[in-house]
T-cell receptor, first 114, second 111 residues
Framework: GAGVSQSPRYKVAKRGQDVALRCDPI?????LFWYQQALGQGPEFLTY????????KSGLPSDRFFAERPEGSVSTLKIQRTQQEDSAVYLC????????????FGSGTQLSVL | AQTVTQSQPEMSVQEAETVTLSCTYD???????LFWYKQPPSRQMILVIR??????QNATENRFSVNFQKAAKSFSLKISDSQLGDTAMYFC????????FGAGTILRVKS
């Protein structure tokens, strides 16, 4: 596709359930980022991949959060044993090479934990 | 750690008028990039303008321009001839080795 694709667009989970959020970056983009955006707030950095290597995971809020990009293209953000405070929009973005270039964002996955 | 501060939670402007959104940042780095992103209700984050810190000349993009004051660590966005379609959340962002966003300013353009 022409842009960054994220699925599902909406996800409702019961507290304690595991969820997996998918990101399809633009083909050929080396850098991939995950952000968490709470309602009315700015996106908060979660993690950064360069190809398949996870170079920075300093923003992951707990060990319940795990991200992977095994073949350097599609990425999955997994949240185990979801809690209500995990409710947010999860944004994925990619850039051709470095973080300093223009980032192309997906439309996000809105996660609601009940 | 880098921080980005947007001190205006909300702004309003009449259609066709000019508005300035404020942004300050804190960093010890010398080489970095600054951005303004627009996020309409669709949630799609759209790049408005980008500035390299080593360039003294302020970036412009059609109706959008910045006032970059490196010593003051200030990076404001000016929108000229505001249009109804400019209504959105605007985020200032700093990039050293990763992109860090401010809390955002809601801009409402009134007809």
């Amino acid at each position: 596709g022409a842009g960054v694709s994220q699925s599902p667009r909406y996800k409702v989970a019961k507290r304690g359930q595991d969820v997996a959020l998918r990101c399809d970056p633009i083909s050929g983009h080396v850098s991939l980022f995950w952000y968490q955006q709470a309602l009315g707030q700015g996106p908060e950095f979660l993690t950064y991949f360069q190809n398949e290597a996870q170079l920075d995971k300093s923003g992951l809020p707990s060990d319940r959060f795990f991200a992977e990009r095994p073949e350097g293209s599609v990425s999955t953000l997994k949240i185990q044993r979801t809690q209500q405070e995990d409710s947010a929009v999860y944004l994925c973005a990619s850039s051709l090479r470095t973080p300093a270039e223009k980032l192309f964002f997906g439309s996000g996955t809105q996660l609601s934990v009940l | 750690a880098q921080t980005v501060t947007q001190s205006q939670p909300e702004m309003s402007v009449q259609e066709a008028e000019t508005v300035t959104l404020s942004c300050t940042y804190d960093t010890s780095e010398n080489n970095y990039y600054l951005f303004w992103y627009k996020q309409p209700p669709s949630r799609q984050m759209i790049l408005v303008i980008r500035q390299e810190a080593y360039k003294q000349q302020n970036a412009t993009e059609n109706r959008f321009s910045v006032n970059f004051q490196k010593a003051a660590k200030s990076f404001s966005l000016k929108i000229s001839d505001s249009q109804l379609g400019d209504t959105a959340m605007y985020f200032c962002a700093f990039c050293g080795n990763k992109l860090v966003f401010g809390a955002g300013t809601i801009l409402r353009v009134k007809s």
